[in-house]
């Protein structure tokens, strides 16, 4: 699948809470921008070695923007502080998608669940769920009451939306999402690692859809050598232990699209035409893993001896 990969504008930027900033970006002839659903997220390149991913929190239906928000995170590795300290109303960044991973499907019920700058992607998608009538209410934790973002345009939805600053309420009531994760009811989840796992301890696997900002450790198969055949190409390549798919394809001289490198972000998904691969990523759901179609080749390996990729 061919991404679009253009360079944008920052038309705007606003802080949205305390330490999150957004910005809107726009074509610079303004030329309409790809259709996105709730859930989708962009690469954006900074600058040398430095992309990063971002959900898309606003509008699907508006053509002429796109707009994401940014965490300052002091302990980060510097994408974050780029943005809050060097992006300006008219810089050029360089972005490709979207593509989404955490796309919203229909229900009757929803639950939904955000901590922090996981009110993002979650955005959209309340949204979305209004518009197509459905029964939902959003739980949005985070430090302190000014530590949420977005809460102005949250107040339109009136109780189906509790904020829930730690400091003045403790930690989530995450009881009353599990009792009702049942019955048509689906829950979405975004937001730090511990809060999806509490999340997770508690909801059946096949009503809850989560997306994460950092890998979990997965179960593996193994890290011993295995083979690669390229269906493209028709070139066979060997994965040492201890090196990727990625790394090895990478210095082989196949040109392959990637950013995170753990796993996260969706960016290296590569269909997979025979074999069984070993999933590492944080990406995929327990079906897409069961059907084995694509793989993430940045963490992922092999089930066995040999694979087949679609490179």
Known sequence: ????????????????????????????????????????????????????QYSLCGDPADRASWRIAVLREPAGRGGSAHVHERLAPGDSVLVRGPRNHFRLEP????????????????????????AAGADWTLLYGGRTRNSLAFIGELARYGDRVTLAPQDETGLLDLASVAVDA??????????????????EAR???SVL???????TVQATGGDGEFEVELALSGRTLTVPAGVSVLDTVRAAGVEVLFSCAEGTCGTCETDVLEGTPDHRDSVLTDAEREAGETMLICVSRCRGKRLVLGL
């Open 182 to 199: 049942g019955d048509g009811t689906l829950v979405y989840c975004c937001g730090p690692g511990p809060l999806l796992d509490a999340v």
């Open 107 to 130: 229900a009757p019920r929803y639950r939904f669940v955000a901590g922090g700058i996981g009110i993002t992607p979650v955005l959209p998608m309340l949204a979305a769920a209004e």
């Open 203 to 205: 909801c059946p696997a």
């Open 209 to 215: 859809r989560v997306e994460r900002f950092r890998p």
């Open 1 to 52: 699948m061919t991404l679009y990969e253009s360079e944008l504008v920052v038309h705007s930027r606003e802080v949205v809470a305390d330490g999150v900033l957004a910005l809107t970006l726009r074509h610079p002839s303004g030329e309409p921008l790809p259709d996105w659903e709730p859930g989708a997220h962009i690469d954006v390149v900074l600058g040398p070695g430095l992309e990063r």
